[in-house]
């Protein structure tokens, strides 16, 4: 070992001391777009209009709201060991209904593994996203039934699937588009970088929807960037915009500007909501050693929830029969899921050796028979043991 | 019978050529596929012909190559990707293992994806750092992949069909030192299934087995070896995942003694899963334990060096003595 890195290994690291001093990069009022106010005030953007009626903010107001319950339900089914784990996505209800409910049917999804507002919206049924978080599957449902990819666990790489898969869109003449989910972390790895600059080199009709939830885990954002992440498409030669993660009717205007945008042929855009997630990183996390209690409470006042209701309230857009109504078509939706889960069976076996490969495989064939061969020496065993 | 004499890069080209004729799916991706060929001129002319939305020339980015190929083929198109050389694919290891390999079985079998691998591989062409390994055993140990090399015209040829007709991902690992060598390709008559092996040269008292760029050095090896009275059999495996086990088999009992050679190195290689693999199967067979011969358990040295590391006539003669000796 050489003086000097003695010397570097006793003192304290620079750049762990400026961790500490670090500011923020992005300033204390980012430059969202926000058409609902965290009071619940509707407001007006020059470049983002949204006129919605009564029933459609009523829709998306119970979207938020159902989503939320089966989250609560799916984190309580982890602390009583029916999952082995949960990934909640607590106070990311706006940012996911929002640019979920932008979608047509004909738009194509690539989530994350927190994306159960945007399966919400895509009339995936809840359920069927729990199979992963239990270890009965790795996801298990038919994406192109929903147009609804499966989660992918592996940080980003979706991103380039999606770009694919749009690549495909735009060589097919089909004016679909297609949104990839990723969060602030992931903007850190290359595969993103990398989408981006095959998305804008074949100009391909994808909208890239980053959750900025300000934590990697234990990661704040300034660990994965010096600059505000929306400006990052500027270098790429696309649009990017910060919306208010928690403003459901930003997020959908934004959204379907985006979509649009990409159906007309021109290209990505990057979305970066600007958001806050509430729980812990997953259950297995425990965010109180790593942000202040403090935080938490500055975001709760802008509640994605409880900001459309005091819309909804404050413009009498809904009455107290609509609310008691959700609240037990919640409480239905936290049974049905927790039944659910619990009869959810351990697969078979056999099923080891199921999906490997579409066209078969001799080695998996001659492994599988050995399997079976093993599996039944313990029925011989028992029926001697009668 | 259409017979034609031509080299193994003429005959993966016109394979290629076939394979976008015959579906509109398929789409051929990579680093200077298009305009250059390729920088061994595999893809030669493809894209004059079909267009710059069949033939991609892609940005320089390996990981992006293989991930939107994946996002292809789930809008359905049969991508054939070209990754320049071997010591390449590290940046597309991850989408090839944690994506490529792996969704097909995370979908319960809804989703498919052909995605075919194309990855000029090994050495012998006096190139520089990274462009002469064979990975093949990383990506024969990951279940959901699939892993040839063809190691004449014929195979090339035909090989490369089947593998942009498999629904699942194929890497096909092509000997680019094999390249410029000629064979006879009969382009009517489809050969046998894509993941048999095939005996090249029957012989009694001992089997070489290869596959790819050292089958050529094994059927030589036999030769010199016939000449000292010894009667080799070459066994061409041709696909590395799975392996054609029964062949192996067949040929070990038949022989009684084995010889796996190979370019990787020895050391966790498809060698050491093949012998294995005869010692469970055919352990009374066997006259003498399986032989490995490979490269060393070093980073691919510098060119000057290659010809110490990779194994050659004398190498696999000497393990054949070896082998006979006991």
């Known amino acids: 070992m050489t003086v000097e890195s003695t010397a570097a290994a006793r003192k304290p690291r620079r750049a762990s001391k400026r961790t500490s001093a670090a500011k923020k990069p992005q300033s204390a009022e980012p430059q969202l777009v926000q058409l609902l106010t965290p009071e619940g005030e509707r407001v007006e953007h020059p470049d983002y209009s949204i006129d919605l009626s009564a029933d459609e903010l009523r829709g998306l107001y119970r979207d938020m709201v159902l989503?939320?319950?089966?989250?609560?339900?799916?984190?309580?089914?982890?602390?009583?060991?029916?999952?082995?784990?949960?990934?909640?996505?607590?106070?990311?209800?706006?940012?996911?209904?929002?640019?979920?409910?932008?979608?047509?049917?004909?738009?194509?999804?690539?989530?994350?593994?927190?994306?159960?507002?945007?399966?919400?919206?895509?009339?995936?049924?809840?359920?069927?996203?729990?199979?992963?978080?239990?270890?009965?599957?790795?996801?298990?449902?038919?994406?192109?039934?929903?147009?609804?990819?499966?989660?992918t666990i592996v940080i980003g790489s979706q991103t380039l699937h999606a770009t694919g898969y749009a690549m495909g869109v735009a060589k097919d003449g089909a004016d679909s588009a297609v949104?990839?989910?990723?969060?602030?972390?992931?903007?850190?790895?290359?595969?993103?970088?990398?989408?981006?600059?095959?998305?804008?080199?074949?100009?391909?009709?994808?909208?890239?929807?980053?959750?900025?939830?300000?934590?990697?885990?234990?990661?704040?954002?300034?660990?994965?960037?010096?600059?505000?992440?929306?400006?990052?498409?500027?270098?790429?030669?696309?649009?990017?915009?910060?919306?208010?993660?928690?403003?459901?009717?930003?997020?959908?205007?934004?959204?379907?500007?985006?979509?649009?945008?990409?159906?007309?042929?021109?290209?990505?855009?990057?979305?970066?909501?600007?958001?806050?997630?509430?729980?812990?990183?997953?259950?297995?996390?425990?965010?109180?050693?790593?942000?202040?209690?403090?935080?938490?409470?500055?975001w709760e006042a802008k509640d994605p929830i409880l900001r459309l209701r005091a819309y909804l309230e404050k413009d009498k857009l809904a009455d107290e029969a609509f609310f008691t109504a959700l609240d037990e078509e919640?409480?239905?939706?936290?049974?049905?899921?927790?039944?659910?889960?619990?009869?959810?069976?351990?697969?078979?076996?056999?099923?080891?050796?199921?999906?490997?490969?579409?066209?078969?495989?001799?080695?998996?064939?001659?492994e599988r028979a050995q399997f079976a061969a093993y599996q039944a020496s313990f029925a011989d065993s028992a029926e001697e043991g009668k | 019978m259409a017979v034609e004499k031509m080299s193994i890069a003429k005959a993966l080209n016109e394979s290629l050529r076939l394979a976008l004729d015959n579906d509109p799916k398929v789409l051929i991706m990579g680093e200077d596929v298009g305009k250059l060929g390729g920088v061994f001129r595999i893809t030669d002319g493809l894209q004059k012909d079909f267009g710059e939305d069949r033939v991609i020339d892609t940005p320089l980015a390996e990981s992006g190559i293989v991930g939107t190929a994946i996002g292809l083929a789930?809008?359905?198109?049969?991508?054939?990707?070209?990754?320049?050389?071997?010591?390449?694919?590290?940046?597309?290891?991850?989408?090839?293992?944690?994506?490529?390999?792996?969704?097909?079985?995370?979908?319960?079998?809804?989703?498919?994806?052909?995605?075919?691998?194309?990855?000029?591989?090994?050495?012998?062409?006096?190139?520089?750092?990274?462009?002469?390994?064979?990975?093949?055993?990383?990506?024969?140990?990951?279940?959901?992949?699939?892993?040839?090399?063809?190691?004449?015209?014929?195979?090339?040829?035909?090989?490369?069909?089947?593998?942009?007709?498999?629904?699942?991902?194929?890497?096909?690992f092509e000997p680019k030192r094999r390249y410029w060598d000629k064979g006879e390709v009969d382009t009517e008559s489809i050969p046998g299934p894509l993941h048999k092996a095939v005996t090249v040269r029957e012989g009694s008292d001992l089997t070489l087995?290869?596959?790819?760029?050292?089958?050529?050095?094994?059927?030589?090896?036999?030769?010199?070896?016939?000449?000292?009275?010894?009667?080799?059999?070459?066994?061409?495996?041709?696909?590395?995942?799975?392996?054609?086990?029964?062949?192996?088999?067949?040929?070990a009992e038949k022989t009684g003694r084995v010889v796996v050679v190979h370019e990787a190195p020895v050391f966790y290689g498809s060698g050491a899963e093949i012998a294995a693999r005869i010692t469970e199967r055919c352990f009374y067979h066997l006259e003498a334990p399986v032989l490995r011969v490979g490269g060393y358990h070093v980073p691919y040295p510098p060119a000057r060096l290659e010809d110490e590391y990779l194994p050659g006539l004398d190498r696999v003669l000497d393990a054949v003595d070896r082998s006979l000796a006991f």
């Open chain 2, 209 to 251: 087995v290869a596959y790819g760029p050292m089958v050529k050095v094994c059927v030589e090896a036999a030769a010199a070896a016939q000449e000292e009275g010894k009667s080799i059999e070459v066994l061409d495996l041709r696909s590395m995942s799975p392996i054609d086990f029964d062949a192996v088999q067949r040929s």
């Open chain 1, 179 to 298: 949104i990839a989910y990723f969060g602030d972390g992931a903007s850190s790895q290359g595969d993103v970088a990398e989408s981006f600059t095959f998305s804008a080199v074949y100009n391909a009709p994808v909208v890239f929807f980053c959750q900025n939830n300000q934590w990697a885990i234990s990661e704040p954002t300034e660990r994965q960037t010096r600059v505000p992440l929306y400006q990052r498409a500027q270098g790429y030669g696309f649009p990017g915009v910060r919306v208010d993660g928690n403003d459901v009717l930003a997020c959908l205007a934004v959204t379907r500007s985006a979509l649009e945008r990409a159906r007309r042929g021109e290209g990505p855009t990057l979305v970066e909501a600007f958001t806050y997630r509430m729980g812990a990183h997953t259950t297995s996390d425990d965010p109180t050693k790593y942000r202040a209690d403090e935080e938490r409470a500055a």
């Open chain 2, 74 to 172: 789930l809008r359905g198109y049969r991508p054939i990707v070209e990754i320049q050389f071997d010591g390449f694919v590290f940046p597309a290891y991850d989408q090839i293992v944690t994506q490529l390999a792996k969704m097909h079985a995370r979908a319960l079998g809804k989703i498919k994806l052909p995605v075919v691998v194309r990855i000029p591989y090994g050495g012998g062409i006096g190139a520089v750092e990274h462009h002469s390994e064979s990975p093949e055993a990383l990506f024969a140990h990951v279940a959901g992949l699939k892993v040839v090399s063809p190691s004449n015209a014929s195979d090339a040829y035909w090989m490369m069909q089947q593998a942009v007709q498999s629904d699942d991902p194929i890497i096909f």
């Open chain 1, 330 to 366: 919640s409480e239905t939706l936290g049974k049905r899921v927790r039944e659910a889960v619990r009869a959810m069976p351990d697969p078979d076996p056999m099923a080891l050796f199921e999906h490997g490969y579409a066209d078969g495989n001799s080695l998996v064939d001659e």
């Open chain 1, 67 to 151: 989503t939320r319950r089966f989250d609560a339900e799916a984190t309580a089914l982890q602390r009583q060991g029916e999952l082995g784990l949960w990934a909640s996505l607590l106070g990311q209800e706006a940012a996911q209904i929002g640019s979920g409910r932008a979608l047509r049917d004909d738009d194509y999804v690539f989530p994350t593994y927190r994306e159960h507002g945007v399966a919400w919206c895509r009339g995936v049924d809840p359920t069927n996203l729990l199979g992963m978080f239990r270890g009965v599957n790795h996801g298990g449902w038919d994406p192109n039934s929903n147009n609804f990819h499966l989660y």
